[in-house]
């Protein structure tokens, strides 16, 4: 039996394994959250960010979570005149659900090509729309750490920054139940869709602790990654069959679907 192995938090996996259900209905689902997000609910850091936002030329959320637990923590509607910057479909999606929309009369930017959905190309496309950062006021709101490579490039620029932790993530308990799937599939049949550096940090140092098990999955199962950064973490950790598959939902179904092809090869 082929299985895929999903690594998103809780309820982040739900659509993916919705797409995958439909275009790949063979594939048995394995779900296995490596992270946990844990949204911050401090009464003072609610009273802290409300301040923060009113001071605020452009707000970075570098994900879905930053955004729900951001929103949740503000307790007040997003003021239409603060833009908001995300790096992808996923954060554009969570904002549309919050109806947080350029046809709302909010100031929305992201990357409009699934393939420039990265720090990278959200600084391009930022860049399109103002050229001089310097005393700009820029507030990311994430977890624990993120991003690092954008933050600097605004810095470089001028501009003014401000890191804000809206959740932070707890890596999933060694003695997790959902650990004894994996102990029981065949890594040679398996596949793992991998989207974040911290996740597969993670997962790759309860694999080595595994003596009787886990050294296959490091050597035979199949890591698709979602963006090159992950890729090189993922071969660092000692992972031998790594694959790069462009970032979104959609893509990762059809990279899954090409590997689960590929096994009948």
């Given at each position: 039996?082929?299985?895929?192995?999903?690594?998103?938090?809780?309820?982040?996996?739900?659509?993916?394994?919705?797409?995958?259900?439909?275009?790949?209905?063979?594939?048995?689902?394995?779900?296995?959250?490596?992270?946990?997000?844990?949204?911050?609910?401090?009464?003072?850091?609610?009273?802290?960010?409300?301040?923060?936002?009113?001071?605020?030329?452009?707000?970075?959320?570098?994900?879905?979570?930053?955004?729900?637990?951001?929103?949740?923590?503000?307790?007040?509607?997003?003021?239409?005149?603060?833009?908001?910057?995300?790096?992808?479909?996923?954060?554009?999606?969570?904002?549309?659900?919050r109806e947080i929309t350029i046809a709302n009369g909010y100031h929305v930017y992201f990357p409009k090509n699934p393939a420039n959905w990265d720090s990278e190309g959200l600084w391009r496309e930022l860049n399109q729309v103002e050229s001089d950062w310097r005393?700009?006021?820029?507030?990311?709101?994430?977890?624990?750490?993120?991003?690092?490579?954008?933050?600097?490039?605004?810095?470089?620029?001028?501009?003014?920054?401000?890191?804000?932790?809206?959740?932070?993530?707890?890596?999933?308990?060694?003695?997790?139940?959902?650990?004894?799937?994996?102990?029981?599939?065949?890594?040679?049949?398996?596949?793992?869709?991998?989207?974040?550096?911290?996740?597969?940090?993670?997962?790759?140092?309860?694999?080595?602790?595994?003596?009787?098990?886990?050294?296959?999955?490091?050597?035979?199962?199949?890591?698709?990654?979602?963006?090159?950064?992950?890729?090189?973490?993922?071969?660092?950790?000692?992972?031998?069959?790594?694959?790069?598959?462009?970032?979104?939902?959609?893509?990762?179904?059809?990279?899954?679907?090409?590997?689960?092809?590929?096994?009948?090869?």
């Amino acid at each position: 039996m082929a299985n895929l192995v999903l690594t998103r938090p809780v309820g982040q996996s739900m659509r993916l394994a919705e797409l995958l259900g439909q275009r790949v209905p063979d594939l048995h689902l394995i779900h296995l959250p490596l992270l946990s997000i844990v949204p911050n609910e401090k009464l003072e850091d609610s009273q802290k960010l409300k301040k923060l936002v009113e001071q605020t030329d452009l707000a970075i959320f570098v994900s879905p979570n930053a955004i729900e637990c951001g929103m949740r923590l503000l307790q007040t509607a997003w003021p239409k005149s603060v833009a908001i910057a995300v790096v992808g479909g996923g954060s554009a999606e969570a904002l549309d659900r919050r109806e947080i929309t350029i046809a709302n009369g909010y100031h929305v930017y992201f990357p409009k090509n699934p393939a420039n959905w990265d720090s990278e190309g959200l600084w391009r496309e930022l860049n399109q729309v103002e050229s001089d950062w310097r005393g700009k006021k820029i507030l990311f709101l994430r977890g624990a750490g993120g991003r690092e490579w954008l933050s600097e490039q605004f810095l470089s620029h001028g501009a003014q920054i401000t890191q804000f932790e809206t959740y932070r993530r707890v890596p999933l308990s060694k003695e997790a139940a959902a650990w004894q799937s994996l102990e029981k599939a065949s890594p040679g049949q398996s596949a793992c869709l991998l989207t974040s550096s911290e996740a597969v940090h993670h997962f790759a140092h309860y694999l080595k602790e595994q003596k009787d098990w886990g050294s296959d999955w490091l050597t035979l199962a199949k890591i698709i990654c979602s963006h090159p950064r992950i890729v090189e973490s993922a071969k660092n950790e000692g992972f031998k069959k790594v694959e790069l598959c462009s970032p979104g939902d959609d893509n990762l179904v059809f990279a899954s679907q090409n590997w689960f092809n590929s096994l009948a090869n």
